[in-house]
């Protein structure tokens, strides 16, 4: 059985705190009034600016009220940029390491639907990441109240909650029947559910085939297990509109359900990697052998390559197309978030290229753990990519809300998932191919 070190969970809890306390601090110095935003924007604007506005308004004073007016609209969606900041921080970090470990739980199932005979020995593993998705689950179900019941006038995440905006804008009052709150929220909590009901059911199972004496639990896992993939892909994608392309409404494309789930699977199973790799550092899963952290490694290097072949075609086809309504999308991320844009590419892409491409690297600690690391900080600014520009603009930057979030998430995270993985035995005793994959080496 293993043991939660004390220095492990306390560090988990340490970054909680101070995760909470950075979050807080971001919410507290967000702009509260248009007066806030005012002394911003001055201080930002160059004093040339400011005579040349002088100058024009002595010269065209017809056009003050006109002027004035697009001046309180800018100033107005400036202060929503900077309220959502906080608020955006704080949702791709809770919607990053969740869909981390829904990640794991779709490779655990492909794992019982293929009857791998290799990974068997980090089934518990695989088991203790995805414990997190419960708690996870919760929290975000909250923050999705939270944002469609409009509970803080703060949040300004998702646009096309607010009825005056679709009143005004054809194009998301188009999409009404299917952007909605009710209707949102019981799609969310039905996602939410179904995954759960799949973890829960898949551990159990899986603990109540070690006493068993015959296969028929895990004759339960796989036939559950095959109807999860079917549910699992069909939400993935539903999911990935719902939660992520909808804060920005007016943009789509009918690649990004499986961008997405590219992006957090890869994640999933470095993180399986790194967990494995911790605790055979700690003297556990004395049957996890290189070959295994060899496969593993495997699956990033692919899944990368993967990546990129969907970034690159939404990408290519977009920007071929140059239609304005959906190049908008890659040209503010260009032009505005340059460097985590291309950063991105280079973190999940040509990284992982250059270092696991090399079949001895595959099965070095300390090389997938760097290339570990670096994966999934490149996976959570793929998913800052993603959700940012939509949420505040050109008024980013990775500050204290930011990294506060990260760290409250990832703290959760290890405190949870360790804890789960002292509540049964680290290796799976009863599974039909245990001893195929205790044995696996080539």
Sequence with gaps: MYTFSSKLKTFSFLLMIIGIL?????????????QEI??????????????????????HPATDAHADAEHKEHLEHVLHQLQNKPWAALYVACIFFMLISLGVLAFYAIQQVAQAGWSPVLFRVMQGITAFLPVASVLFFIFLLVTGLQLF??????????????????LISAKAGYLNFPFWIIRAALFLIGWNLYRYFSAKNCLAQDESTDDSFYKKNFNISAMFLVFFIVTESIMSWDWIM??????????????VFASFFVSGITTICLVALYLKSAGYLEHVNTS?????AKFMFGFSVFWTYLWFSQFMLIWYANIPEEITYFITRIQLYNLPFFGAVVMNFVFPILILINTDFKRITWVLVMAGTVILLGHYIDFFNMIMPSAVGDRWFIGVSEISSVLFFLGLFIYVVFNALTK????????PFIEESKHFHY
């Design 292 to 296: 295994h952290i060899h496969d593993l």
């Design 424 to 431: 049964s035995p680290l290796l799976p005793k009863r599974n």
């Design 38 to 59: 005012e002394k911003i924007v001055a201080a930002e604007s160059h004093e040339t600016h400011g005579e040349a506005h002088a100058v024009a308004s002595e010269a």
């Design 246 to 259: 909808s804060i920005d409404p007016h943009w789509f494309s009918t690649l990004f359900g499986w961008y």
């Design 153 to 170: 006038h703060s949040n300004h995440l998702f646009i096309w909650l607010d009825k005056e905006v679709v009143a005004h804008d054809k």
């Design 22 to 34: 950075g979050i807080g601090y971001g919410f507290l110095t967000a702009p509260k009034d248009i």
